[in-house]
């Protein structure tokens, strides 16, 4: 194999945010791409064969305009670039962050990390209902809240409504002290965690308050028409079949609805079907209702996170596999 040398330039107030600390994110790119990075003043050398060459000089190229643009580059940010350059994808990451969605209330900018939340986010734009399935940790409902938050802010809807179905995790409810409301808050915090976050916790109560925010279990729901309004329903793998059908039909003029949830978490009894599985099969193509399914490689957790749920995708694939391959051996044995 004939090994090459190319230099790419990388000014000196960016390098500590590209390179990582300890170097974390060059030695991650030489470990993946089988390349030699060598630093001399500004002046990065990449070694090895003329492919990976390519490919990790249009990476470090990449990750040092994202950090020219203001963004802290994680270990996440390097990990999908490498991804995407072996399926030939350049400059994802730069394209991807032009799409700023609004601004946390310390500044931070909220923006799709991955193709998959880009999708997400613009199925939104363009749909009436749409959902948005896949793992924990792709931003499926963090994103859904900002996408809200911006609408209400921008009085495209006069309320937001945030609702989930309260379905114990193994758990049961009634030895939780104090009333219904504070029973259910807990199943509720995430989405408190993300309106602080995005508007502020004073805001946030003010809104409150006066009715425009509205975060309630998905029982609140039923009987009520709801116009004008961004409605998000969590966790929605946990609902049954009919409490969907129930919230679906909730929707008034000139609504947006977002419905999120991961099918390999439900917390439903045994045997019971999950409306959000129901969902899919019973609404696939309804023009003005999009499916946006994420995977592992959308995951902008901790990378151990991503891992994870790569490791169960593969593992729940398999025993798919295994159990259907004995259910054709059962079927087989019978017919002989």
Known sequence: MEVISEII????????????????????????????IVDRNGEVRISGSAESVKKAKAIIG???????????IQEQNVDYAITMSMEENDDVLLEIDKDCICHTISGKPVKPKTLGQKHYVDAIR???VVFGLGPAGTGKTYLAMAMAITAFKNQEV?????????????????FLPGDLQSKVDPYLRPLYDALYQIMGAETFLRNMEKGLIEVAPLAYMRGRTLDNAYIILDEAQNT???????FLTRIGFGSKV??????????LAPGNASGLDVAVRV????????????????????PLVQKIVKAYESYE????????????????????
Not at 317 to 336: F, L, M, P, V
Request: some cysteine.
């Open 317 to 336: 694939a398999k025993e798919n596999h295994d159990s259907k391959r004995k259910s054709r051996n059962i079927t087989h044995g019978k017919k002989q």
């Open 126 to 128: 363009n749909n009436m």
């Open 158 to 174: 006069e309320r937001i409504i945030l609702t989930r179905p309260a379905i114990e995790a193994g758990e049961k409810l009634g």
């Open 258 to 267: 977002i419905v999120t949830g991961d099918a390999s978490q439900k917390d």
């Open 283 to 302: 609404l696939h193509g309804i023009e003005g209702i999009a499916f946006c399914k994420m995977s592992s490689r959308d995951v902008v957790r901790h």
């Open 9 to 36: 330039i990388v000014p000196a107030t960016e390098q500590q945010n590209v390179f990582g600390q300890f170097d974390s994110h060059v030695k991650k790119l030489e470990r993946q791409l089988k390349v030699s």
């Open 240 to 246: 049954t079949p009919a409490q969907m059908k129930m």
């Open 62 to 72: 990449e990750l040092t305009e994202l950090s020219m643009r203001g963004n802290m």
